[in-house]
């Protein structure tokens, strides 16, 4: 016997679901739910079967193929027109020469079809409609029949007035091949609504049979939630089975991974090497398909989520529906029907009311709360840069198709023939997405030189000193988080890319529009000729290299595992410092690092200095960028007295030269600058601003009191390694143990803290900062610098990635400046309040 499965509906009811999908391959937990109709077909002895396909046909031919796969024998038949579910199966006439079931590709069933086959057989049946009795016929094809079963009466969607049964049509139909004869060639045509009642009244061989078993007519999200939840349940006599089962209504695929801590309530479905991390709990009925991510302390509760998707840590999902490849970030909160559709980016702390459906490759904002759907547009990423560059969850928001794109639209910012040098750390996750990068360049024109892994200072100093080379491109796991990736694109002068350089690279990725260069134009890819050695010979020239050999320095460094280890080893020979080295081999499983992790390596750091009667601690970042001190005595220095110290000890060296240092910085840096005749240029907080203004004539030092140091001499550029050494130097003419240079060094005292602020009203709060101070001396830097007197001040600005401000204080003592920090969060709240408020908001003066 032969099936006709008719699969060429829409399912504009299901939609976003059906966006880039036919209706029938929408999965029901493991598997599409034609897949589900096949093993039923199968398991029938039906294996020789018509497909009759319309939207998206392709989708499905491509997928199955021709059954081969299957133990079956698939036949496809496409409509130029719509047709109708009639018109399909007699544009499929040429292969039914007996007996055949017709059944929808979009329904869920479990009936017996071969008692329903022998029932229509032994009633010597023109057509059978298989029906069955549901509590709700309102929607549905109520079809009356007699004792015998013979069809009397059709009620297409009746009102409650009108329903006499509950007996359904199911779209389920055993038909003989003659019933083909009475449907119209090439015009839409009907079943129920046209052919049936037509046999009817012709008084045909029409019957009716109620089925025993299970059926749901996929439809929409709610009976699509239905669906999946009755598979786990066991309420549908599957054919085949979902997965092993681990017992406790716990169903898994393949290489799944369940952290101890995790907790997992069933009936749940884990596909194909899902990873449960620590302390998740999964409350089921709840589906979560192949290869999805779900992070730390999550709470999901009857959702279903499908495959290759990223759930970040701490996200709150009840009832909702994720598709393919969404990332969803930490803290998501999303309620009852919401569905996310394909390549959606949920920004951190985001809330979704109740059914909210977003369409695909759409992105919400950090902290954003979403009360309606949203529908049109392709809005993708907000913005491609972020303070460390181009950042996301490796393989979910930076996959190698979106590096590649990346590098591509560089390129066309880039001359014909330039060089771009590209180096990494030493993660796997690194490797992949630079040779991606590099695969996207010479498409352009755009030639490649390869570093290897190198220190970014390293990259930087290649890049300035190349003549052919136009930019630089570092790829690192983010020293913050091990799922994250950094993508830092340089300029031809070592430093972070310009604003106006970002946004004409985001312009070209977001247009597609790349330079494709002709066959002889093709760039080339070549290994940059000992970058390592030409940095470090360039750096000997810039140092006193007799007067720290002189000094005889003990040292204690620490590498952190990243890569300045063998660059800055071969400097401190060179140097005659004699070196203790901590976490010098290069390890990619350590080079993302917690804050208590890292805090705890400077405290054993500091018992290693003290132990071994060192001058110094030094800890490197990852990527030899950043510095942290411990002093002579084992005590840990704080950044921003740390940054103190640098400019004290260069000022002592140098006196009478500018040097840098944030807007947010003490007022100790002035203290400072004017011991020494020095005058201070205050800059914006965020790297580029030190790296641009290291340009400036006659800078001796930016400091930025985190533990990053410029010293442009060398080069105008972020330098944990020419910081350290310029630090022994400056101690070298200093002649004093580093703890006594600390305790003269002016005391200050501050506070930080943040404010939600929702994205929508950060320029309103901002207005009304800037009004409320209109009788204050403020510097409007990185937002406002409030001078409340000539001892305290106030700074507060909007956080660009998330939905904050950031509070920075000020005052005579701690107390005090941890109470500005708190009127000040006060006074935000309010104004916020004022702007979300119906009514007009208040004047401030």
């Known amino acids: 016997m032969k099936a006709v499965v008719m699969a060429g509906g829409e399912g504009s009811r299901l939609r976003p679901l059906t966006i880039g999908r036919p209706k029938p391959m929408v999965p029901i937990v493991n598997k599409a739910v034609i897949h589900h109709i096949f093993d039923l077909l199968k398991h029938h002895g039906i294996t020789e079967v018509i497909v009759t396909l319309r939207y998206m046909a392709s989708a499905i031919e491509d997928f199955f193929g021709d059954g081969s796969s299957l133990g079956m024998q698939i036949t496809y038949v496409i409509e130029e027109a719509p047709l109708g579910t009639a018109g399909s199966v007699k544009n499929a006439a040429q292969y039914l020469d007996d007996t055949f079931i017709v059944i929808s590709g979009d329904a869920l069933t479990d009936f017996n079809l071969q008692e329903i086959v022998r029932v229509h057989r032994e009633r010597r049946a023109m057509a059978s409609i298989t029906l069955t009795r549901v509590p709700d016929p309102l929607e549905f094809g109520v079809i009356i029949t007699d004792e015998a079963g013979r069809v009397t ?108 801590s995790a907790q997992l309530f069933g009936p749940i479905y884990l596909g194909n090497e899902v990873k449960i991390k620590g302390d998740v709990r999964i409350y089921g009925p709840a589906v979560i398909r192949d290869y999805t991510v779900v992070d730390n302390y999550n709470s999901i509760e009857r959702s279903v989520i499908w495959r290759n998707n990223y759930i970040g840590e701490s996200c709150e999902l ?93 390129g066309a910012t880039l001359p014909k023939g330039s060089y771009v040098a590209i180096n990494r750390d030493s993660h796997r996750s690194s490797r992949m997405l630079k040779r991606a990068l590099i695969s996207g360049l010479p498409g352009t024109g755009v030639n490649v030189w390869d570093l290897g892994n190198v220190a970014i200072p ?210 100790a840096f002035e203290t400072i600058a004017g011991w020494h005749g020095a005058r201070l240029l205050r800059i914006p907080q965020n790297l580029g601003g030190p790296m641009h203004t290291a340009t400036y004539t006659g800078v001796l030092l930016i400091a930025d009191g985190a533990g990053s140091f410029i010293f442009p001499g060398f080069q105008p550029a972020v330098d944990g390694m020419m910081a350290t050494v310029r630090l022994l130097e400056y101690l070298a003419i200093r002649k004093m143990p580093v703890s006594e240079i600390i305790a003269y060094l002016p005391k200050f005292h501050m506070a930080k803290g943040t404010v939600h602020c929702p994205w929508e009203v950060k320029g309103g709060v901002m207005r009304m900062l800037t009004q409320h101070h209109q009788h204050h001396q403020v510097d409007k830097m990185d937002g406002l610098k409030v001078h409340l007197n000539a001892a305290e001040w106030v700074h507060l600005s909007p956080n660009p990635d998330r939905p904050h401000f950031e509070i920075v204080a000020e005052a005579e003592d701690d107390e005090r400046a941890r109470q500005i920090v708190a009127e000040y969060s006060d006074l935000i709240r309010c104004f916020i309040e004022d702007l979300n408020a119906p009514h007009e908001p208040r004047r401030e003066g």
């Open 153 to 260: 009466q059709f009620l297409e969607k009746p009102s409650w007035g009108e329903v006499i049964s509950d007996t359904v049509n199911t779209g389920l139909y055993v038909l003989e091949p003659e019933v083909l004869d009475l449907i119209p060639e090439g015009v839409p045509y009907d079943f129920s609504s046209e052919l049936f009642p037509r046999m009817l009244a012709e008084k045909c061989a029409l019957y009716g049979y109620v089925a025993e078993g299970y059926w749901c007519d996929v439809g929409n999200i709610s009976e699509y939630m239905r669906a999946n939840a009755d598979v786990l349940y066991g309420r549908l006599h599957l054919a085949e089975p979902i997965g092993v089962h681990l017992g406790g209504g716990i169903w898994v695929g393949e290489n799944v991974e369940i952290a101890p």
């Open 318 to 410: 009840r009832g909702v529906i994720i598709t393919r490849q969404c990332s969803i970030k930490s803290k998501v909160i999303a309620f009852e029907g919401v569905v996310i559709g394909d390549n959606c980016v949920i920004g951190e702390g985001a809330t979704l009311h109740a059914n909210v459906k977003l369409w695909p490759s759409k992105e919400i904002e950090a902290g954003a709360t979403i009360k309606d759907s949203i529908i049109w547009g392709n809005q993708g990423r907000r913005a491609l840069f972020s303070r460390f560059g181009v950042s996301g969850v490796v393989n979910i928001d930076l996959t190698p198709e979106f590096a590649a794109k990346l590098s591509a639209a560089l």
């Open 458 to 667: 390293v990259l930087r100093h290649y890049v300035r000193q190349r003549k052919d080379t136009s930019a630089g491109i570092h790829v690192r796991l983010s020293p913050f988080d091990q799922r994250v990736v950094d993508i830092r694109i340089i300029d031809s002068q070592g430093l972070n890319q310009t604003s106006a350089a970002e946004r004409a690279i985001e312009r070209n990725f977001f247009r597609e529009d790349f330079r494709r260069a002709f066959l002889d134009e093709i760039g080339v890819i070549a290994y940059a000729h000992e970058p390592i050695a030409s940095y470090t010979e360039d750096f000997m020239r810039h140092v006193d290299v007799q007067r720290i050999r002189d000094y005889g320095f003990k040292l204690v460094c620490d590498y952190s595992h990243g890569l300045a280890g063998d660059t800055l080893a071969d400097i401190f020979n060179h140097l005659g410092v004699d070196v203790v080295p901590l976490n010098a081999r290069v390890d990619e499983t350590k080079l993302a690092m917690l804050q208590p992790e890292f805090k705890a390596n400077q405290v054993r750091m500091g018992k290693i200095v003290h132990a071994l009667e060192a001058q110094l601690g030094v800890q490197l970042d990852v990527g030899g960028e950043k510095i942290f001190l411990v002093d002579e005595q084992g005590n840990v220095i704080d950044d921003v007295t740390a940054a103190a110290l640098m400019m004290e000890l260069a000022l002592y060296a140098h006196p009478g030269r500018p040097v840098a240092a944030p807007i947010t910085m003490p007022n």
